[in-house]
């Protein structure tokens, strides 16, 4: 079931133009694409995080990637991806994200399982005090 999403829910917000090859064949963009979306606004929190994007010390990787569709979108357009942080445990968070269009509509909603990760240890580490910070805000 479809939640009332709004994006001044949402403090971390990241804009992103569609691109002419995330059409496909149906000239919408392509469900694929929607989750490389969600990793660009994702990779805007690491480095509001200080967190490098290597393989090397200390990182975070993904577990899990759920997208709910609820609007087929169209290019060109220029979408909003609000995020929060809305859960964290001991070595892993929770990522939501909606997408929306420039009328704020609700195109989709994700939620993404990370882990705060020591790529030397091969490990999984305490959740950062930067991610703490955010979702106690």
């Known amino acids: 079931m479809k939640k009332k999403y709004k994006i001044s829910d949402y403090t971390l917000l990241c804009e992103i133009t569609t691109r002419w090859r995330d059409l496909d064949a149906f000239q919408h963009v392509n469900n694929a694409v929607y989750a490389t979306y969600i990793e660009t606004a994702r990779v805007e929190l690491f480095k509001r995080w200080g967190i490098p994007g290597s393989n090397t010390g200390k990182s975070i990787i993904m577990a899990s990637l759920q997208i709910d569709y609820y609007l087929q979108l169209k290019h060109p357009s220029v979408l909003t991806v609000g995020q929060k942080i809305i859960k964290i445990g001991n070595t892993s968070f929770e990522i939501e ?28 580490v305490k959740v950062y005090d930067s991610i703490n910070n955010d979702f106690n805000r």
């Not at 420039?102 to 999984?124: G, H, T, W, Y």
């Open 97 to 124: 994200s909606v997408i929306f269009d420039k009328e704020q509509n609700v195109i989709c909603r994700s939620l993404v399982v990370a882990v705060c990760f020591d790529f030397d240890i091969q490990k999984p």
